[in-house]
Each structure stands twice: as structure tokens, then as C-alpha cells.
């Protein structure tokens, strides 16, 4: 199926008059007024909504097939609470009308934030970053606050695994930090030795994912927390990984500074085509005077926004009014039906789902990449010897379990294991599902021998055969231009 | 169990693939020390309908009041079909589409996205979407003095109708990176930067001059001197605009002679709801020579093994998932849902819809002016042309009388006091296509009533 | 125009490619003596915006008032997945699917949800909607003159326990082919049928007997010794059932020795709102023999060109649009998008959830019961088992009481004052899961002020 | 794409708990409880998601593809239509709530009735029927009731020409009465003279649609008109065809007695994948008393629903409580949204786009089943000549179609035009769409003489096949069983 752009579907004058009012006047300088009509379709209502459906139809999610993304957490996202953060009320508020017309949603961001408190072991929440990334720099950027609020200027070093996230070296560079990365292990847990060398006076702190991106719980946490704290730095919690260890540890128990959670990922707001997310940050009590704001407080039995006046030393504001409201309403939704077992399930049902989906694999022969380790919720395969005896690459694999009806997994990170892919099922899949991949790799793995080409050409079912990424950043076409008359 | 579909036959043979005797034993790699109990203030779980009920109460508590705030989120019209399309599990339930083949649909809407977004602004390329408009700003400033190689101030000129919140988060924002931001004043009678403020530094070294179009107080900027006086000066241009004025605006492409550096703003209305503040969209565009500083991700059209036109994620090496600590900036998702009914809402009203949208919110807003200033006590505080906001004053403290307003279903306006000080019992309100005569009407008698 | 897509440039062309040099000379067919004017009494068109306020105003009129009313349609809670999937064009904006090839969605979902309701019911064989429960009767009364082919009376025993309304239809439509439908009174304690009044018909011609279970008064019918009374009788047996209760009662394929022939009700409990009365379903199962009998659409599995499984209309020879008058029915046009609800429901809640929605509604109506008799002045009519539904009696009139609640915002019952003058005061109460405690309280609190 | 049945997903004791209550017990008799549990399947939330997602993009529909189904009007079902018509305060209404808590959706109901009035030019307005059918049914019921309550006994005939759609003489028997079939002339109108000759004392009436349904218009109505109420016969309006002519003539003005209306066809309420429909009905004065209830009625200021207290002589009630109110409020906001001039913009496009996509089948070498005619909002291809010459049908045409994109025309209806295709574009198709569809047809033809077993086999892109009627019929498989263990 191809569907043309929507400036393809364009003609002159068309109009869909119920979307908007009888003409006015317009009262603008002639110096001030726009001359040219901008490049917007003209078209009539049944085509939008005809493209757009039809565009839609293009996309792999969540709702029409697997999406074992690593690192993304592509579980199901309960329609509910879609439906209920949609109520007209909510929908209607503006974010600047007194508190006093908002005390319902102000109500569940409250109990939101307890709740975060509660499954992270933290002393504060702030829920305005926008998504984990933002998390990240509010994080960061406490802990810079907190080291120079003590005049403790020199420490600028951000000590970042060499397994992280690219988000965690982008943001201490944000935040106008050094990166110092440290490698890890063969067994996938931090070289303690190499993070004694580089800990110091400098040290601001370190950004760990615990389990780390490596799909392996990190083991020796508790040392390292000795060894960043007795240093003078803090520790920073990337969450992105929370769905491992949800009910189970807690961040704060572990000796966390600081943490994101990506509302996005652990508790299942819509991950909508790349956003919006939700980045909420956790912090211990050192860090509570620097939390990024608004945050909800409370004064008699109202609820109210605690601004630079509650919270002088906060970091500062980091949206324009109080971040992704509607995808916090979304998690708060969630965590309710979760309620206290379901949030323990959640962790629990994704660590069977991969430790499962990990030992059919091995047993099926891929390679795992951390052998005698646990899967946590996610885990990585490498497709190095297969690459290296077939001439396949984990690109290929990805490509042709698309022909499957599989989104991929995530490929090629973390980029210190080779041709890997990093392997995520979620615990809203069924076994069904996850027996299906796993028939569809030992497939491809057939087909790798049999017919490479089978693996390089693909996919072969889809709307478009594989794209030319090369000469997408070469010959840059990022917008449509009209055909010249 | 909620949303988990495992039966005890499926887990019984899974344990027993994994050889582990129970899901307990595939924790025991965490030192038992370290493992929490029960998470005792998590209440009980609540079925769908329940926490139905719950929410709708909570909806009932805060009520429907007839809003005359702007204030950077408007209320339009959002045509039905907008969310009806995106609330499609193919929009709603994918993600950044790392998989191109498998992501045409996303892909394809955010290579329209970009072409609609850059011609609305006048520029050649277009982002997919930052956070929203305040965090957009940051990130222009950033790129400004990443964009600018000649310039090593890092200084950024920021007047004051700049949206106060904006340079708020700017500051937290761009300000571990030891920008330096200097603020620029306005002109008491018309609201509008001083433009003689900029004297000052005439000459020095200026990485980028920031305007808003039209300002916080809604009042049209002379864009066209100011830019070519920040061009003049060798600084950079930032374009801060209301997507919906454009219709009518002159876009920042054209501004002064050579037009702008880079353009931000807020999308949200454009087919986002108010929805308390979020989520929403910062759209940025810019010239095809600073492409490679451009935070966010960009989609690019190219071919595929047969020939044949696709979209793919493009110029990834500006990203953090490649560059890492040399990335252009930390953002990875992004808002790219909001972007999706972005793009169908423009497609929608299209280019002759956007006008009238926008010329009837400014008719809206002048009836608002008109019937609002006719009460005692009451009175516009600038000149000049503005768009659909205007500030008034009162003859008493804002805060009480915008409480009193809301008791009767009213959010009069947005108060100026924490932010202009200077202005006195100010209060900014705006009116959309979206409030009617009667509305206004009966705003005006509420008002009035109050402060007789 | 309002969805319309004709340019002005389009218009041309397209007349010029006919012929004509108007469009209004598409229509010289029409004698012009009939051509009409002005639609003088049409209201301006209002944009989307405009109507979507005016219904927001009709429907705050109408408020969300706790509703204690079943009679025939009953408050479920609908998880937000069903209208969300109903509601996606594929499903909404498709028909009746004559070309199978592009039809595959609603077909094999028509499939499944023949195979859901076969099972609920016992029976056999679906079809794949009538109009609502109420025809459906009808439907099932001609069906079995059709199909009892030994019986020439035509004549339908009706229970006085059956839907009144229901009994109206089935008149009103059935009874222009001359079928002859006797009463069968109730017993006055139990509110069942008064299986000894069947002795009247002993040995007689009955073509079928209806029996409604749990019946119009929710109490549950002795639908064992009624199915063998009339099978013994030489009669069919048609059930009227609500689906939500076979979760927990024995289905009517298994009343009595055979179970019945022919199975009718209204599937609007299966995830399909209240709305105001419509659109509903009417469901209609049967033994394979009479399948060539039922009215409305059937779906079969067979195989493509390649042999491979897809699904298809079937059994067409039975329909209007092939055998015309003689057709088993003339309905064309059915309930498709609710049969879409009802099977996204089914499939949601499952066997148990089923079980447990109609366990605690009868836990809820039981509580309801026992609280509103506390009240003085009010009692309980009928004894034995009932299933979600219960007759009450007042000490006065129930009119002025229900709507002296509803000014409360209750909806307090459905008066029998009509149908069931014999009853006095008395009044039909339901409860489902979605009432709560306090939901009962507030309305016994409400009854026993205006009661004492 | 193929989508398992949701039975084959189903495990043993998997439950979507979010969506029911807790366990409670039931106080059921022995005897009358239910043994064993239905076949339900036992799914999660997402795989009960996911499937029926899956499913509906099996689907061709007015939202994804151009839809030129004969009789059937798919025209554009604006979104704001299903949107406000599921307010929640109207789908929580029940139907027995007292009045005084609905007059805002009686309201709507009663301005919906006069707006029918004024589009038909008829006395009275019942919204009750629940789809066309049901419409036909009132209406020649209430013709019979009319007949008896003037001791007219003997009138139980109904004339219905060869063209008529197949409900018209299903209804005529379901109410009792005998089916009287008059041909069409070779111009498409009515044979005149074969009316005059079985118009009598027998003559119940006579069920037209106009334009009829060979897609042209009864140009000599008013004679026809004359013929049968000058036999003490009553005229029937079909009002299925209505799209054609709102507007521009009014049934009322054309002497009919009695009409009913498909508001999901003119008045676009959704098609639903074969419903739900409204069958409203309007009726001259004769007929009046004979409406079918209830209606809406004022009383003060107040809304009312009239009842058999109000119009003793009704011919009674057709539905359980008011037939398909959801249906009939988004045909009020349809209407309310198009308002005056956009009713005759319906007929003048749906008419425009017909002539337009005829005139350019024409020129294809296409062959109009009534050539020297307008056509009204649709028209008849017939490919006897090509069935003749190239041994292809018209389901072989229509089915290669959807290889094309396009959903097919009605197919063999109506009857009496051999191999033809019932082509109704409507107004809200843009002109390329047609253009689209010429082209497609065109390119069908070409292969028709060069590949004609491309057509035999088509269609070949879909999620099936050319699918096994006969088979179906023969071997009937209507419900899925499980496997014998
Ligand atoms: C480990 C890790 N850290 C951080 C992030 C960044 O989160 P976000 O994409 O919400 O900014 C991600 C998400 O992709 C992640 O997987
Ligand atoms: C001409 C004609 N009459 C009657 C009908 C019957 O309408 P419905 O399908 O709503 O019962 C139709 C619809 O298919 C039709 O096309």
C-alpha cells in the first residue's frame, strides 16, 4: 500500500468549511501581514481522514503486533486510561485557571507523586520533566545544584557506564558537566576497579541504569554507592528501567541519589509514535530544596503548586506551565488498577517473560551475551558469529522479522556488544507470542544459511523494502516542494 | 491478573524451560539485603470501572468554566476527527520509528509535519518536535551559540515581552552551559521592545537577539527593524511565534531583509488541548545551513531497494543515541503524538481555515477589549496592534476578583503582578474563536458586577 | 461547503466533460412543476464548532441522573477498549460486507461473535443481528409458523411475564400475517407463568410457546417443566433471554428434555450503552434444522481459490435481496457496528467476567431490595428467585415519587402502573455492578424522605 | 495478513480482571443454573486489542478507500457526528428516565422530525422505524391500516415494479399483503400501461423509488400518482434514493402518501459494517393517524413522547423502546452542520460526480444500461457486451477492482440489467477519486482481452482470495468448534 502526501491530495480552493468560522476581518499593519499563504493542504475533510487512516495502517505498534523494542518498555497501554485523561474537564483546563477549579486533577497528581515515593524508596517527587531525558538533566542538574549550594565548585565529572544510554553523556554535557566513562565487565556488572581510578574531588556523581542496558542486574551496587558517596559525589538512577525491579528494590534502598522514571515505559502511558513521554524525578533528602518546580503540595485540605517561593533553591522550571499533565493522568490511571500486588507482578511477569524468551533462544543456538546471568526484564542476543560465518548482520535479522510480523528489537545498542540485539517482551505478552518469535528466529537462522539474500533484501512484505539511509542524509529532502509550474 | 495474560499452565512451563523453581528464584541475582516488602502505600488495585468513577468525580470537582486565559495554551476548536485519528492504536501505541520499514505512517505524517511547520514559518527545514514552546527556546539558544561559530559571547539578548516562564526555563535550562542572557525592555505606552534599548550594545558581540511575535502582552513587535538590527550587529535572529498568528503574520522567513535564524514556538494550538498544561509541542525550524545544529529528530525522503520513495529518521549524528556526549542535545522522545494531531488539524482548516481561525480570535479579542473596558474601573494599558491578547488593569487587586470570577464558572485572565510588578493590578486575557458574543457578554457583567 | 471537495475549477471540467453548462441542468429529467424552493424551515448551517456547543448544551439539560431503570436495558460497565475499537473507521464506515474479499474484518468477527452467542444461548446456530430484542421476538414468532410445519393454528402462547413492550411489537409487526397470540396469565405470589392455566391448550394446536427467563418482573420461570409442557404439546419453545444472565442460568439449549428451538433477546447489555433506546441488537439463535428458517444474515467459513480458510454471507437464499417476497424476512440493513461492541465485549470479559458481572448485579439488586424495603411504606412484591430485576410496591401512587426523585437526579424505577394496573403501586427496580453502596443509600435516603 | 479467530487465542483460565468485578456470590436454584461455562474466549486485554485492530484493517471502508456501492449513499460520516452524538450524558440515558431528565435529547428528536417534514414536504415525521426496511414495513402497514379503517377490506395489493429493491416486496408480504410485479420499459421508466392494466379494487398501493433504483428519474410521477390514488390506491415512497433529489423535488410534491428515509445514507450516520440504519417515516395526511410510536410531541414548553393515548389509530410500536435514537442524533447534527443550502449541495455534487463519472465511462467504451438518460446520484454499467465477447462477468470486474483500490459497485442489482454495475460515487468523492476509478476500469478492460484469467482469479492482493460460496452454502460452518481432545 502507498498513500501519496497529503499536498499530493491539494487543490486550489478546496475547503472543509465546518472546521472553521465565517470569514472576519483581520486588522494587522500592511507591514506586519503575511503575503503569501503558507503550504498547507487543501483539502476536503474525507480525504484527511482518509489519508491519515490509511497512514496509519503503515505503522507496526503495539496494538497490531509484538514489539520487543529493548529498552522501551512497548508494553500494553490500557485504553482506559486514554479515555479517562480525556475527560472534558481535564481537557478543558487551562493550565493558568485558579487552583481552586483544579482541585480533582491536582488531586491525582498528588497521589501520583506519593505513590512515585512510595515504589521508589525516594523523599520527593517532582513530575514536571517531559520525558526521561529531561529527567535526566533535572537530575543532573540537583546534583549540580547541590554540590555548588555547598561550595563545592570543582566537582563537574559525570560518570557515565560505557553501557549508558546516549541520553545520560548528552545530558552532563547539558548540564555543562564532564563525561568520564568507565567500561564494564565480561559478566556485565561495572569494573569497580576502574571507577575507584576515576572517582575523586571532581566527581559530581555517577548516572547508573540498575538493571543497566546490559539486561543484567547490577550486583555490586551497594559497593559502588560506597565507593561514589565516600568520594563526595552522588548517585544518579536512570529508570528507564524500572519495569525489572518494580515492588521488588528500590532505588532509594539501593542508595540512589536521584532518579528518572519514564512514566512512558514502566507505567504505560502511549509511547505515540516517539512521544510524549513523562520523565518524573525521585530525590533523597539531600537533593528536596533543588527539585524542579511546580510541584503539588498541599495547604488545609487544598491542593495547590508549590513554586520558587516554596522551593528557593529549586533548579528553576522546565516547561512552560507543569509538563505532560495528560501522560501523568495517564500513569496515575494505571498505577491504580495496577494497585499494590499488580505493581510486584508487573516486574515479576517481565522477568519470566524474558528469562524465558532468553533460554528458548539459547536453546534454539543464539548467543546470549551475558551467559551466566539472569535476563532481567530485557536481555541481549549477539548475532556476532553468526555475522561473522553467514555474513548476516543483526540489521538483517531485524529487517527480515519484520517480514514475520515482529517489530525488531532494539539493534546495535548498547554499542559495546556487537551485532547485538537488545530484547524486551514485556509482561502483557503471552507465551504464545513470545514461542512465535522465537519460531521465527530459528526461521531466519534457517534462511541465514539457506538463502542469505533472503536476510539482506529485506523485508519483502512491507509498504517500502529496505530504505537508503545514505543517501537519505546526502541528498537531504526534508520537506515537500511544490512541482515548479 | 491485570493486563497479564499468563495462565498457571503457561508458568508452570515456562519455569520450567528456565529450569528455576518458582519467578522468585529469577530475582536472586538482587543481594537479598537490598529487597523492599510490600509497598504499603499503594492502595489496592481498582477495576476499570472503578477508577471510572473516580476520574469522572474528579472531572465533576474541577467543572467546565468558561476561560478567557491565553497566557501560551489557547483554546480552539479541535475538529473531531483530529483525536479520533490519533487515538488510533497505529498512532497511539508506536514508537519513534527506529524501524523505518516498518513506520511509514509516522514517518510520512512527520515529513508533512515538516513541510507545513517550515512554510508557516517561512524557513527551509523543521524539526520533528521538541517538549514544548518554553523548553524550545532553550534549545535555540543552545543552537545559537553552537550555530554561530564567529560569535563567542554566548551572550543572548532577551526582552522582557518575551514570555516571563520562557526565560524562566531558558535560564534553568541553557544556563548550565554558561550562556549569558541580558534582558531588553519595553516601551511602557505600546508594550513593544525598546528599541533604543539596543544601543547598548551596538557593536559587541551578540550571539542571538530573541523576539516573540506576537509578545506576551499580544502586541505585534516591529520584527522587521529588530531583525535587521540583530543581523547588523552579527548576531542571530530567534523567532519565538504563535503558529496560529501566521495565517495572518508576516512568517519569520521574511522578517527584515534577510529573515530569521531560527524559528520556536508553541504548537499546541494547533489541535492540542489545554488539558492543564501538557502534553504539547516545541517546534523549532530553521535555515538549510544550520541544519546539522538542530536538535530533535529530523525524517528524511529517500529511496528504497527498488527505487521507490520512502521516509526514514535522517542526519542521526546530530543525536545522542550516535553522538552521545557531543550530541546537539539530550532530547530522545519527544512529542511526536501532538505532532500527529498537529498535522491533521493544519490539514483540516488548511491555509484559508488558519486565517479565519486567527482573524476571528483577534475580532473575538477586540470585542473582549471593547466590552470589558466599558466596565468602571477597567482599562486597556497598551497601543498599537495586537493579536488575540491584551493586557487591562483594574482598579484593585487582580487575585481576589479573578477568584471571585472563577466561583461563578469564570477564569477571567491571566495576572501580571508575580511577573509586571510594574504594571499594576494587570491582568492578561485573550478570546478565541472559540467564545462567542454572549461569553463575552457575560464575562463583562460578571466583571462589572464585582467591581461595582 | 461542508464536505464537499468540488473546486470551482473541478466543477468545470466535470460539466464540460458531461455537456451540460450547469449543474442544475443535471436535473431537467424533473418535471420543473415538482421542483420545490427554499427550505425555508432548515436553519443555517452551523460549523462543527457551533453544533458541537449546541449539543453540549442539550446534553447538560439532560445531566447523568443514578439510574435505577433495567426493563429491558440494562447499565453495564463498557471497558473503554470496546467503543475505541467500534468506533475506528474500518468498523464504522464499511457495510454490509458483500464483497467478502474486502470484508474479512467484519466477517470473521460476525463468525465469532455467531460463535459466542450459539454458545451463550446452547443453541446451534446465530444470525448475525436483528434490530433489537423486542422484533426479534416478532421475528421468532413468524419464524416458528415457518418452521413448525406440522402447525397450522398460528397460534403463539405469550406469557403475561413476557416484556409488555415486547408483546406490542411482536403484535404490531406479526400480527399482519394473521398469527394468533394467547395470554397466559402469572401467578399472583410468585410472578411466574401459571403453568396451570396451560391446561386450556392441552392437546390443542399451539405453534410455540415464548418464555422469557429471568422473566419481565426478573423473576426466574420453571423453564424446564414450561419447555417439556410444550414440547409434549406439539409446540416450539421460544426463549427471551438476557445474555448477561446465562452466564449464570442454564441456557435455553438445555431447557427441559430437548431445549428450545428458538432463542431471542436483547444483546444491548453486552457492552452497548443505554443511549436513550437505540441503537441495540436483537439476537436470535436456533437448532441447525431451522436454520434455513431464521431471518437476517449468517456468516459461514469456507475457502478461497488457494484453500485457504475466509468468510463469506451465506445461506443468501433465504434474504430479501434474492428471494423478495418470499424471503424469510425483509431485513437488510441490521445492528453490525453493536454486534461489533457486544463481540469486543464478550471477548474482554470472558467466561468469567461474564459470570461475575451477572453475580454481582443480582448482589447489588439483592441489596437494593432489602435496602429500599427497609423504607416504610415500601415492599417487595414476588417471591423466589429472581435474577438483577424486582417488583416493588409503594404507598401511593409511583408517578409523582419518580419524578419528585428524578428532581434529585435519581431515576428511580420504571412504573407498572400501565401495563400491570393490577400490581397497585408498584414499580420495577434494577441494580447492576455499577451501583454501588452509596449509590443505594443515597436513593433509599431520597425514598424514605419523600416517603414518610 | 491473517488474523487467527480470537477462539484460537484463548488459554484456560486468562482473564482481563480490570474489566470486571470481584467474585461474589450468585443465589441461583440448582435447576436453573448454568453447568458448563459458554465458549467465550479467555484472552488479555491486548491480545483482545490487538486482535480486533487487526481484524477492522481487513476491512475496505468509507474511511480508507473510495466506495462507489450502488443504493447504498457511503458518503463521508463526519466525525463530530459520532463524537457528540456519545456525549456521555446521552449514552448513559435510559430510555425510561422520566422526560422532564431528557428534553435536551428531545429536543433534538422533535427539531429532526421538522427538519424531515421540510425536506419531504410531508404532515408528519416517525423516527421510531430502525432501518429502512422497518421504514417500508410502517409504511405499508400504515397503508393497510389506513384501507381497513375505512372498511376497505378487500385492498391487500401491493405494486412494486421488477426494479425494486428486494425489501420492497419482502415488506409487502410481511404485512400481509400480495406482491404485484410491473416491469420497466426499455427507457427505465415505468411501464405505464402494464399499471393501468393491475391498478383495481385490490390495490392496497404502490412502492416506487424515484429516481428509481436503475439510477434514473420516474420522469411521468405525477401521472403515475394519478393512475393509482385514482384506483383508491396510496403511493410509497422509497426513500433509500433520496441523496438524488433533496432539495430540488419533495416526494410530498410528487403526491406520494407515505415515505420512509435511510438516515444512513442521506443523512450519513455510519453504515457500521451493515448497521445500525434509521428507517424513518413520513406520511401525507391521510396516514396521520396511523404513525408508528412514539413520536415526539410538545406539550407547553415542554418535549413529550406521543403514545398510543395520543394516536389511538398508530399502527403500534416496532421496537422496544424508540427505535435507533444514537442513529437519529447524528443525522440531526448531519443536518445541522450542512443546514439549508447544504441539502441542495448534496443532490447537485452526488448528482454532479454521477453524470461526471458516467460521462467518462462512457467514453472508455463502458456501455450505460439507459443511455439516452441523466443519471441521478448513480447510474448502471452493463458489461453484457464485454461478458459476451471477452468471457468476463461483472463479479469479475468488481472483484479486480479491489486490486485496485477501490471497493466495488453493487453487483446483479437490479436484477432485470444483466451483468451490471450500480455506480453511486456521492457528493463527498473528489473528482480525481473518480478519475482514479476511470482509470482502474480502463486498465480492467485492457486486461480483460489480454489476461482475462487475471480477472477470473482476482482479486489477488487481499488478505483472501476469491472465496467459495458454494461451498459455504453446502458445507455449512457457522460457529467455531473446538477440537476434540
Ligand atoms: C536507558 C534509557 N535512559 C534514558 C532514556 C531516555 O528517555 P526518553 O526517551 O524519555 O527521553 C531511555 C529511552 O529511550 C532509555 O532507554
Ligand atoms: C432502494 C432501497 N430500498 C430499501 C433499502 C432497505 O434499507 P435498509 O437496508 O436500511 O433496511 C435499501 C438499502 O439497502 C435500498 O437500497
Redesign the pocket.
Known amino acids: 500500500m502507498h498513500e501519496k502526501l497529503i499536498f499530493e491530495h491539494s487543490r486550489t480552493g478546496r475547503t472543509a468549511t465546518a472546521q472553521f468560522p465565517a470569514a472576519e476581518a483581520a486588522d494587522i499593519p500592511a507591514g506586519l501581514r503575511r503575503k503569501q499563504r503558507p503550504l498547507l493542504p487543501e483539502v476536503s475533510e474525507l480525504q484527511v481522514v482518509r489519508h491519515f487512516t490509511r497512514l496509519s495502517q503503515l505503522n507496526f505498534s503495539i496494538d497490531t503486533h509484538f514489539y520487543p523494542l529493548g529498552?522501551?518498555t512497548m508494553k500494553y497501554n490500557p485504553r482506559a486510561c486514554n479515555a479517562l485523561a480525556m475527560l472534558p474537564e481535564f481537557l478543558s483546563r487551562h493550565p493558568y485557571a485558579p487552583e481552586a477549579t483544579g482541585q480533582g486533577l491536582l488531586g491525582c497528581l498528588y497521589e501520583l507523586q506519593e505513590m512515585l515515593l512510595e515504589v521508589t524508596g525516594m523523599q520527593g517527587v517532582s513530575l514536571t520533566p517531559m520525558?526521561?531525558?529531561?529527567?535526566?538533566f533535572a537530575g543532573v542538574a540537583m546534583m549540580r545544584a547541590y554540590h555548588q549550594s555547598r561550595g563545592d565548585l570543582a566537582r563537574v565529572e559525570i560518570i557515565v557506564p560505557d553501557a549508558?544510554?546516549g541520553?545520560?553523556p548528552a545530558t552532563a554535557t547539558m548540564c555543562g558537566c564532564k563525561v568520564v566513562e568507565i567500561p564494564s565487565l565480561p559478566n556485565g556488572d561495572i569494573d569497580i576497579d576502574a571507577l575507584k581510578r576515576v572517582v575523586g574531588p571532581a566527581t559530581a556523581g555517577i548516572m547508573l541504569?540498575n538493571p543497566s542496558?546490559l539486561g543484567v542486574f547490577e550486583r555490586r551496587i551497594a559497593e559502588v554507592a560506597g565507593i561514589v558517596h565516600d568520594a563526595g559525589g552522588l548517585l544518579y538512577y536512570?529508570g528507564?528501567?524500572l519495569n525489572a525491579i518494580l515492588g521488588k528494590v528500590r532505588p532509594g534502598d539501593m542508595g540512589f541519589d536521584v532518579i528518572h522514571m519514564?512514566l512512558?515505559?514502566t507505567f504505560s502511558t502511549p509511547h505515540g509514535g516517539g512521544?510524549p513521554?513523562s520523565?518524573a524525578v525521585g530525590v533523597g533528602k539531600r537533593l528536596l530544596p533543588f527539585m524542579p518546580i511546580p510541584v503539588v503540595g498541599t495547604q488545609g485540605n487544598q491542593y495547590r503548586w508549590l513554586t520558587e517561593k516554596d522551593l528557593p533553591q529549586s533548579i528553576g522550571r522546565l516547561s512552560g506551565f507543569m509538563g505532560n499533565a495528560g501522560v501523568l493522568l495517564r500513569a496515575y490511571i494505571y498505577m491504580r488498577m495496577l494497585g499494590r500486588p499488580g505493581m510486584q507482578r508487573v516486574s515479576e511477569y517481565a522477568t519470566l517473560n524474558a528469562n524465558y524468551l532468553l533460554a528458548r533462544l539459547k536453546a534454539a543456538g543464539f548467543d546470549a551475551a551475558y551467559t551466566d546471568r539472569r535476563a532481567s526484564h530485557e536481555f541481549i542476543i549477539t548475532l556476532k558469529r553468526q555475522s561473522r560465518e553467514l555474513g548476516v548482520s543483526a540489521m538483517d535479522f531485524a529487517k527480515r522479522l519484520l517480514d514475520y510480523g515482529f517489530h525488531a528489537p532494539t539493534t546495535y545498542f548498547p554499542l559495546l556488544v556487537p551485532e547485538c540485539l537488545l530484547i524486551e517482551p514485556t509482561e502483557t505478552e503471552a507465551k504464545e507470542e513470545l514461542d512465535g518469535f522465537v519460531d521465527a528466529m530459528i526461521a531466519i537462522l534457517a534462511e541465514a544459511s539457506s538463502d542469505p539474500d533472503k536476510l539482506h533484501s529485506a523485508p519483502h512484505t512491507l509498504p517500502v523494502r529496505r530504505l537508503d539511509d545514505v543517501r537519505a542524509a546526502k541528498q537531504l529532502d526534508l520537506t515537500w516542494k511544490p512541482a515548479q509550474a | 491478573m491485570p493486563f497479564i495474560p499468563h495462565t498457571d499452565a503457561d508458568v508452570r512451563d515456562m519455569l520450567a524451560t528456565i529450569g528455576v523453581p518458582n519467578i522468585d528464584a529469577l530475582f536472586d541475582e538482587i543481594p537479598s539485603s537490598l529487597r523492599c516488602g510490600v509497598l504499603a502505600c499503594i492502595p489496592e488495585a481498582l477495576t476499570e470501572m472503578d477508577v471510572g468513577r473516580l476520574m469522572q468525580e474528579r472531572a465533576a470537582q474541577d467543572g467546565r468554566p468558561l476561560n478567557f486565559i491565553g497566557a501560551g495554551a489557547y483554546e480552539h476548536h479541535i475538529p473531531a476527527a483530529v483525536w479520533s485519528i490519533v487515538s488510533r492504536g497505529e498512532f497511539y501505541s508506536a514508537y519513534t520509528p527506529y524501524q523505518a520499514e516498518a513506520s511509514q505512517g509516522t514517518l510520512q505524517l512527520l515529513y508533512e509535519y515538516q513541510t507545513m511547520i517550515a512554510s508557516l514559518t517561512g524557513m527551509q527545514v523543521a524539526n520533528a518536535s521538541l517538549y514544548d514552546g518554553a523548553s524550545a527556546v532553550a534549545e535555540a539558544a543552545l543552537m545559537a551559540v553552537r550555530a554561530h561559530r564567529r560569535s563567542t559571547s554566548a551572550r543572548i539578548l532577551m526582552p522582557t515581552t518575551l514570555n516571563p516562564v520562557y526565560r524562566q526555563v531558558t535560564r534553568a535550562i541553557a544556563g548550565n552551559q554558561s550562556l549569558n542572557f541580558e534582558m531588553l525592555p519595553y516601551v511602557p505606552g505600546s508594550g513593544t521592545i525598546d528599541a533604543t534599548a539596543l544601543d547598548k550594545w551596538k557593536g559587541q558581540d551578540v550571539t542571538a537577539l530573541v523576539i516573540q511575535q506576537p509578545n506576551f502582552f499580544g502586541q505585534l513587535e516591529d520584527v522587521d527593524a529588530l531583525t535587521d538590527w540583530a543581523h547588523a550587529n552579527g548576531a542571530l535572529v530567534i523567532a519565538v511565534v504563535n503558529p496560529t498568528s501566521l495565517a495572518l503574520l508576516k512568517p519569520p522567513g521574511e522578517w527584515g531583509q534577510k529573515g530569521v535564524d531560527i524559528v520556536v514556538g508553541e504548537g499546541q494550538p494547533l489541535g492540542v488541548p489545554l488539558a492543564g498544561g501538557g502534553p504539547y509541542i516545541g517546534f523549532m525550524t530553521t535555515r538549510m545551513e544550520h541544519v546539522r545544529q538542530m536538535p530533535g529528530r529530523i525524517v528524511g525522503r529517500t529511496l528504497d531497494l527498488d527505487g521507490k520513495p520512502g521516509f526514514t529518521l535522517t542526519l542521526q549524528a546530530r543525536e545522542q543515541h550516535i553522538r552521545r556526549s557531543k550530541a546537539t542535545s539530550?532530547?530522545?522522545?519527544n512529542q511526536g503524538l501532538l505532532v500527529t494531531a498537529a498535522t491533521i488539524y493544519l490539514s483540516l482548516v488548511g491555509p484559508e481555515g488558519l486565517e479565519r481561525v486567527a482573524a476571528a480570535s483577534q475580532a473575538r479579542t477586540r470585542e473582549l477589549v471593547a466590552a470589558l473596558t466599558k466596565v468602571r474601573g477597567v482599562r486597556a494599558v497598551f497601543n498599537g496592534p495586537r493579536f488575540h491578547e491584551a493586557v487591562l488593569t483594574l482598579d484593585r487587586p487582580v487575585g481576589p476578583v479573578l477568584e471571585a470570577l472563577a466561583v461563578q464558572g469564570i477564569v477571567g485572565g491571566y495576572s501580571l503582578a508575580e511577573h509586571y510588578p510594574e504594571l499594576g493590578n494587570a491582568l492578561l486575557v485573550c478570546a478565541t474563536e472559540t467564545r462567542n458574543s454572549n461569553d463575552i457578554a457575560r464575562y463583562a457583567a460578571a466583571l462589572a458586577s464585582l467591581l461595582s
Chains 1, 4 share one sequence.
Open positions: 529498552s522501551c520525558a526521561g531525558a529531561q529527567g535526566e549508558a544510554h541520553t545520560n541504569t542496558t536512570d528507564a528501567n519514564n512512558h515505559k512521544g513521554g520523565g | 539530550n532530547i530522545c522522545t
